[in-house]
T-cell receptor
Framework: EIVLTQSPGTLSLSPGERATLSCRASHSVMTNYLAWYQQKPGQAPRLLIYGASSRATGIPDRFSGSGSGTDFSLTISRLEPEDFAVYFC????????FGQGTRLEIK | QLQLQESGPGLVKPSETLSLTCAVSGDSISSSGYFWGWLRQPPGKGLEWIGTAFYKGGTYYNPSLQSRVLISVDTSKNQVSLNVTSVSAADTAIYYCVRHWGRLLWSAFDSWGQGARVIVAS
């Protein structure tokens, strides 16, 4: 099983700042089959990024994904108030597993 | 517009079977060619993939849950069902019905139901 470790656990930033979230895999993720989700309180997760770097339908271009192999990141270029949420990464190259999440909070 | 709606008992006794149904509207399970799955999220924790089904009969499960899980598709009702047997408190979670992206089995999840909260307690 591929274990995904997200860091930091909590990230405190202000609107307008740049956020970089990390997702590290215990083994190489095949064909960069990695996705990112955003989850707000009381809501289901929303797909942001698939294939490590492709934005899902309707996702603003301030969200970008990068990485390969075992190291991946999600970058939010300029934080908007609605971006403060929990973010999960998921790999689907070898079965399906998720990271434990990063909470992005307002500083 | 695609909508997924989970339903089922919110309280299940230990050792019994948890049964949930996902009603799909805005798309046909049998003609769309998509895979349909279930995930869960224990309180305050991360997400866990439970399993996935295809309307032609293929099913795929998380190895850690495979012995207790059954997912089925009812094309006549356009529904996906989940059964988890011999439940314990560890099965307490929000259960989500999802659609796999891109008509692929191993993929991200691009559509989600609002979730069904299930508590296992006597």
């Amino acid at each position: 099983e591929i274990v995904l470790t997200q860091s930091p656990g909590t990230l405190s930033l202000s609107p307008g700042e740049r956020a970089t979230l990390s997702c590290r895999a215990s083994h190489s993720v095949m064909t960069n089959y990695l996705a990112w989700y955003q989850q707000k309180p009381g809501q289901a997760p929303r797909l942001l990024i698939y294939g490590a770097s492709s934005r899902a339908t309707g996702i603003p271009d301030r969200f970008s994904g990068s990485g390969s192999g075992t190291d991946f990141s999600l970058t939010i270029s300029r934080l908007e108030p609605e971006d403060f949420a929990v973010y999960f990464c998921q790999q689907y190259g070898s079965s399906i597993t998720f990271g434990q999440g990063t909470r992005l909070e307002i500083k | 517009q695609l909508q997924l709606q989970e339903s089922g008992p919110g309280l299940v006794k230990p050792s019994e079977t948890l049964s949930l149904t996902c009603a799909v509207s805005g798309d046909s399970i049998s003609s769309s060619g998509y895979f349909w799955g279930w995930l869960r999220q224990p309180p305050g924790k991360g997400l866990e993939w439970i399993g996935t089904a295809f309307y032609k009969g293929g099913t795929y499960y998380n190895p850690s849950l495979q012995s207790r899980v059954l997912i089925s598709v009812d094309t006549s009702k356009n529904q996906v069902s989940l059964n988890v047997t011999s439940v314990s408190a560890a099965d307490t979670a929000i259960y989500y019905c999802v659609r796999h992206w891109g008509r692929l089995l191993w993929s991200a999840f691009d559509s989600w139901g609002q979730g069904a909260r299930v508590i296992v307690a006597s």
